[in-house]
């Protein structure tokens, strides 16, 4: 792991971006899925099952059965000739995730989502699907995570989107390509200007008791992610929230902690938090919009967009992670 190949892997992300907008313009990598399935069962440890719960939410509220399980639990769906499988590891060797896929291989159908083709992951699978997220040099799973977000997405539209088995009349298809590439505009935007917010950004959330993250469950991944990267880089205390869970897990923090925390606004139950946080006199960063009580907020272009937010938003910490662990390296 290195923290100057991280942060050059975090500047190219507007790049690859576009790359898998022109992939996926290009082909549909989901061509060979069956026509029935039944359930769909997403497998990944760590950022791999961070976007896979988002995605699971997504097709559920299509009225697909779909579950993102950890790949390490000793029990899980059962592997049947209707189940998808969908086993999601960027190196393609994460070691919980082969002794799942392992279960369901020739019993279910298998599609591999990985960065490394020809890894241990696509050994027997029925799928093979590209990140396209290049190498990341860094160390840290960034550009991948991203991208796994985008092709499921993607995914979603080809199970439930209009013309598929389980599409009902109003069922949108969303513009993945465009998305991709509002989704590059926004992340360049944030880079671009990036010494208009980032010292002041670092500076709010640097306490003694670490960061928090807090993000509605349309988009938990965000703040589960942006946890990720501030234990993963500079090795600081941090968790992740829901933000209406927030109300029953974390709030008794800001009784006694200096309490910092990102908040990704959009949960109907924001004021609720925030309430707590202004009586509390804790300490909140907001990204992607604005809440009366912040201490500042980090705006970009296309924040109105939940989808683009769901993309971009964890850009904002992994900067700031990046900074904090070349300062350690100093």
Known sequence: MNPELYLADLETKPSALTGLASALEAGDPFDGLPERIRRVVFLGMGSSRYAAGVAALRLRAAGIDAVAEYASASISSPPAPDTLVVAISATGGSRETLDAVARHRGRSFVLALTNSPGSAITEGADLVVPMAAEEERGG?????????????????????????????????????????????????????????????????????????????????????????????????????????????????????????????P?????????????????????????????????????????????????????????QWWLAQQA
Not at 267 to 281: E, T
């Open 140 to 264: 840290v799973a960034c550009r991948t995570f991203q991208h796994t977000l985008g092709l499921l997405l993607a995914l979603r539209n080809r199970l439930a989107g209009p013309g598929s088995a389980a599409s009902g009349p109003s069922d949108p298809c969303l513009d993945v390509p465009g998305l991709l590439r509002r989704t590059a505009e926004a992340t360049a935007d944030l880079l671009d200007r990036r010494n208009q917010w980032l010292e002041e950004a670092m500076t709010l959330l640097d306490g003694p008791a670490g960061v928090y993250t807090i993000a509605p469950a349309e988009r938990l991944s965000s703040a589960e992610q942006s946890a990720l990267m501030f234990r993963e880089g500079p090795r600081r205390a941090s968790d992740a929230c829901e933000t209406g869970d927030w109300s029953h897990v974390d709030v008794y923090l800001t009784k006694t902690l200096d309490y910092r925390a990102i908040l990704f």
């Open 266 to 322: 959009g949960s109907r139950y924001d004021d609720q938090a925030m309430d707590w946080i202004r009586l509390r006199g804790s300490t909140v960063l907001t990204v992607g919009g604005e809440l009366p009580g912040a201490g500042a907020s980090v705006r970009y272009l296309h924040d109105d967009d939940p989808d683009v937010a769901l993309l971009t938003e964890t850009l904002v910490a992994e900067l700031i992670a990046a």
